[in-house]
């Protein structure tokens, strides 16, 4: 007989499948609905959110289930920081590693990773996700570290 897990790792795990989840639901309305069409660099963010979710469902029925929600935050971790890259090629605070375009599959031109193409605040959604995935991480991290027991 398996415990069950303590309040703060259930809610922990409940963050680690729903925040990639939203923040890539997110990003496929931008895409879909508004043609926000993704760069390169946009694809790099989205990679670590698939693995989140997955290691997110790895959690839900295999065992040392802390692990996997801590390994899933990793992975959000790791998108928040390309995001956090990504934002600093849109604001010209580094030169970016590609010629920063991407293709659109409906149409001839390019997308360029060097200019934003929407923001709210003055921040770009490469800079929305470096946020909301570090503070989200972070957020997960604590939940797992807390003393609480079930």
Not at 27 to 49: D, N
Not at 68 to 76: D, E, K, P, S, T
């Amino acid at each position: 007989m398996t415990t069950p897990l303590p309040r703060s790792d259930k809610l922990a795990q409940r963050l680690a499948l729903a925040i990639p989840a939203l923040l890539l639901a997110g990003a496929y309305v931008s895409e879909y609905g508004f043609g926000l069409f993704p760069c390169e660099m946009c694809w790099w963010q989205r990679y670590p959110h698939f693995a989140a979710i997955g290691l997110a469902l790895i959690s839900t029925f295999a065992a040392q289930k802390r692990m996997w929600i801590g390994l899933a935050a990793l992975a959000i971790a790791i998108s928040g920081a390309i995001g956090a890259f990504h934002a600093g090629v849109e604001y010209g605070w580094w030169p970016s590693p590609l010629g920063c375009t991407g293709s659109n599959p409906f149409s001839l031109e390019f997308v360029r990773c060097d200019e934003a193409a929407w923001s709210l605040f003055g921040i770009s959604l490469a800079g929305w996700n470096a946020l909301l995935s570090i503070g989200s991480a972070v957020a997960i991290w604590v939940l797992l570290l807390a003393k609480e027991r079930a």
